[in-house]
């Protein structure tokens, strides 16, 4: 049984609505203002970390649930920041929603497995490959942690989205990382690195 399902067997909520589209997502949110929202952290469109950004706590009553792949803890801090109720590894899903509803959106909550070695986990950078990043890659970095999109670091730091786009794609060589999203992972799990 999946998460979507979940709500569908629950009595006490109304049929849940479903996008993977994270603009979309803050449009649902914003326009329908629901008890609960259940945010992946990886989606199309806006990010969860972006889509939290946006919403900047407007609906104090709407339990905003993060999931994510990745147990890293550092996830978990950034999503509390940003004003989530819950922050829960997929793994733990179906067993830790609950726990996460019961809580409600006053009290934070992380899953158990948040700060354990996940089955995905991050590949470990070195200080030297870190360090063989440039002071205009390192800029673009912690502006990704921050969850900017290459269209918004470009106009915060007066650059053009090609010249974003190029740092992108040198950090991701640079690092060694490989697939979608690995570089924004990255990038949330080292922000505190200058």
Do not use: W
Not at 9 to 30: H, M, N, V
Request: hydrophobic residues 40%; proline residues 4%; glycine residues 6%.
């Amino acid at each position: 049984m999946g998460v979507r399902q979940y709500f569908v067997e629950r009595a006490d909520f109304a049929k849940p609505i479903e996008t993977g589209d994270g603009k979309e997502c803050l449009r649902l949110i914003s326009t329908y203002q629901p008890e609960v929202a259940v945010l992946d952290l990886v989606m199309p469109g806006k990010t969860g970390f972006e889509v939290l950004e946006a919403l900047d706590g407007r609906f104090p009553e709407t339990q905003i649930i993060v999931m994510s792949m990745h147990a890293d803890a550092s996830y978990a801090q950034r999503a509390e920041a940003l004003g989530a109720s819950a922050f829960i590894a997929k793994e733990d899903a179906l067993s830790e929603i609950e726990n996460a509803l019961l809580h409600g959106p006053e009290q934070f909550y992380q899953s158990k497995s948040v700060g354990r070695t996940t089955l995905n986990p991050l590949i470990e950078q070195s200080d030297e490959k870190f360090e063989s990043l440039t002071a205009s890659e390192k800029r673009v970095l912690k502006l990704l942690a921050q969850g900017l999109t290459s269209k918004e670091i470009s106009e915060h730091l007066d650059i053009s989205i090609r010249t974003v786009q190029a740092h992108r794609r040198n950090m991701t060589d640079k690092l060694v990382l490989r697939g979608p999203n690995r570089l924004m992972e990255y990038a949330v799990r080292n922000s505190k690195s200058e």
